[in-house]
């Protein structure tokens, strides 16, 4: 975990590592990275999918740090799901988010 000074207060980042142990606790089997981007600070976007019980179905799990980005911006720390039929997105929710250092389920 790396800590960020941002705005006067120290606010923890979670690592790779630690992400990655999140989707492990949300996702049965294997997942596939779509994209991970990272700055100076660490990984800020990381999307992973897994392919659905139906042809044309994929779940999208998306790890997002808090801050604004060219691709993407929240007001927290959060991993969020999306699901997906034929390319079209047919619903999602959040799923934790990142609060004081701890990962709180949604």
Not at 66 to 91: F, H, M, P, R, W
């Amino acid at each position: 975990m790396k800590e960020n000074y941002e705005q006067g207060s120290l606010e923890s980042i979670p690592n790779q590592d630690e992400i990655s142990a999140v989707f492990g606790r949300h996702i049965e089997g294997e997942y596939k990275t779509t994209r991970c981007l990272e700055d100076e600070q660490g990984i800020y976007l990381w999307e992973v999918e897994v392919p659905g019980a139906s042809d044309g179905e994929v779940t999208e799990y998306r790890y997002t740090r808090k801050g604004q980005y060219q691709e993407a911006s929240s007001l927290v720390t959060t991993i969020q799901v999306a699901y997906y039929e034929n390319g079209d997105c047919v619903g999602g929710t959040s799923v934790v988010n990142f609060l004081d250092g701890q990962w709180v389920e949604c």
